[in-house]
């Protein structure tokens, strides 16, 4: 059996009761960035109920282009004002560079990838980074607030990255 047929099924085995019709306008007006690693649940991490937030997770959590995309539709369509910015201990995005991933695909296929991977050495860099971006898009202007954390994976538990102010 394949893991898709295995969702399937648990669908169909799972309660037939729901939370019920929900608006599609998150409740808490939140967008919540995060990695996608199959060690972190933001419903449970964050005690998040249906309906509450946006959650975007790609790899390392980074806010890239289509990230931008997706909170732009998220504040101007849906009404979030707030970013949360998840990224963790452990991370697999930190053990190897874009230039190593970029050859290795261009010699398995050929072919050389034109995005950038979004690799990083130190997580808290990273979220920094992440946090400007969002703070400096022109298309992010409802955002009330941006913040940004680490998870660490073994406990679960959440610190917040501090922004560094700029040095003149």
Do not use: Y
């Amino acid at each position: 059996m394949t893991a898709i047929q295995d969702l399937v099924d648990r669908n169909t085995a799972r309660p037939s009761s729901g939370p019920g019709p929900l608006v599609g306008q998150p409740s808490l007006r939140i967008a919540v960035v995060v990695c996608m690693d199959a060690r972190i649940d933001p419903a449970q991490l964050l005690g998040l109920q249906p309906g509450e937030a946006h959650v975007i997770r790609n790899a390392g959590g980074v806010v890239t282009d289509d990230v931008i995309r997706s909170l732009a539709v998220s504040q101007r369509k849906l009404g979030t004002t707030e970013v949360m910015l998840i990224h963790h201990t452990k991370c697999g995005m930190a053990t190897f560079t874009d230039e190593e991933f970029w050859s290795e695909l261009e010699e398995a296929i050929g072919l050389r990838p034109t995005w950038a991977v979004e690799t990083f050495r130190d997580t808290e860099s990273g979220v920094r980074q992440s946090m400007e971006r969002v703070r400096r898009s022109p298309f992010l202007t409802g955002t009330t607030a941006v913040r940004g954390f680490v998870v660490d994976v073994d406990t679960g538990d959440l610190a917040e990255v501090e922004v560094v102010p700029a040095s003149w």
